[in-house]
Every structure is written in structure tokens, then in C-alpha cells.
């Protein structure tokens, strides 16, 4: 069995900073692509940024120059610097994975909220 734990986001004013990571653990033979999507209220998910095992990005435009996506492949785990955050970035941060067990698949994990506010 697969498990994505998130960890960090919180509540941080206009223009400050947080960090979250992701620890992918379980029977992993392999993993492609790691990253994070949100969803908003009242808004679909979305693509924030994402990264494969070989360190090739895709950063939204929306983030882009604010956030950084980094991944330790040892330890299957999965980073997001915010840095210069706004409240349009206020949603559920959900950490992805593709990757092999006996067969590729996707894997979510349970979601961590994010809230920019003052």
C-alpha cells in the first residue's frame, strides 16, 4: 500500500513564506513524477508544479518566480518553497505521485490547507 503524508501550509500573511513536503512510503518500485495541485473553493484543481525523477519541472505561470519544486529521490519525498505568497494562493495543497508498485498508477495525498490572509 501507498502512502503520500503531506507536511507543512498553515495560515501566513500576504508575502511571507511556507514550505510543504510530501514522503511517498510503501511497496515502491519505481517513481516518475512528483508535485503538488490545489483546488480553491468553488474552483477545480489545478497544477502548481511538478517534477520527474530526473529533475525536469512544470511550473504554473501563475506561481512561477514565487514558488520552487525540488525532490530528494532517496527519500521518495517531494518539496514546495512559497515564498511571496498572495491571497489568491489560499487552497488545499494536494501532494501527486506517479509511480510503480506492480503496475504504474496515480497516488494523491490527503490534502494540507494553505490560507493567505492578514
Known amino acids: 500500500q501507498v502512502q503520500l503524508a503531506e507536511s507543512g501550509g498553515g495560515l501566513v500573511q500576504p508575502g511571507g513564506s511556507l514550505s510543504l513536503s510530501c514522503a511517498a512510503s510503501?511497496?515502491?518500485?519505481?517513481?516518475?513524477?512528483m508535485g503538488w495541485y490545489r483546488q480553491a473553493p468553488g474552483k477545480q484543481r489545478e497544477l502548481v508544479a511538478v517534477?520527474?525523477?530526473?529533475?525536469?519541472?512544470n511550473i504554473a505561470d501563475s506561481v512561477k518566480g514565487r514558488f520552487a519544486i525540488s525532490r530528494d529521490n532517496a527519500k521518495n519525498t517531494v518539496y514546495l518553497q512559497m515564498n511571496s505568497l498572495e491571497p489568491e494562493d489560499t487552497a488545499v495543497y494536494y501532494c501527486y505521485a506517479d509511480l510503480r508498485v506492480t503496475s504504474w498508477s496515480s497516488y494523491w495525498g490527503q490534502g494540507t490547507q494553505v490560507t493567505v490572509s492578514s
Open positions: 510503501g511497496s515502491i518500485a519505481i517513481i516518475n513524477t
Open positions: 517534477i520527474t525523477n530526473g529533475g525536469n519541472t
